[in-house]
């Protein structure tokens, strides 16, 4: 059974920074793309930052691109989010989520797993 569990979401100032962490169980992490998504009220989930299983390839979203770095230690099984220049339109519960054996971490990938999320909030 494959376990999620994230973690590193807070309140932030506008302008601020967080980093979120995303820890899996499992033998075979690194045979698996990872993604974060996040999903605000009243709106659909959305695929923010994916990597690829091998980390040489990542997806971001338009809306992030610049501002969020996605990272993966395979060493500890473990993906990261780097959020960099929060805007309030960042607020969101975020997820972790893997997908399947050697993919891109892009939004055409099927995600399988997920984390229970970490409530990011971004003050004005």
């Known amino acids: 059974q494959v376990q999620l569990v994230e973690s590193g979401g807070g309140l932030v100032q506008a302008g601020g920074s967080l980093r979120l962490s995303c820890a899996a169980s499992?033998?075979?992490?690194?045979?698996?793309?990872m993604g974060w998504f996040r999903q605000a009220p009243g709106k659909e989930r959305e695929l923010v930052a994916g990597?690829?299983?091998?980390?040489?390839?990542?997806y971001y979203a338009d809306s992030v691109k610049g501002r969020f770095t996605i990272s993966r230690d395979n060493a500890k099984n473990t993906v990261y989010l780097q959020m960099n220049s929060l805007k309030p339109e960042d607020t969101a519960v975020y997820y972790c989520?893997?997908?399947?054996?050697?993919?891109?971490?892009?939004?055409?990938?099927?995600?399988?797993?997920w984390g229970q999320g970490t409530q990011v909030t971004v003050s004005s």
């Open positions: 989520a893997r997908s399947g054996a050697y993919g891109l971490g892009s939004p055409g990938d099927r995600y399988n797993y």
């Open positions: 499992g033998r075979t992490f690194n045979n698996y793309a």
């Open positions: 990597i690829s299983w091998s980390g040489s390839s990542t």
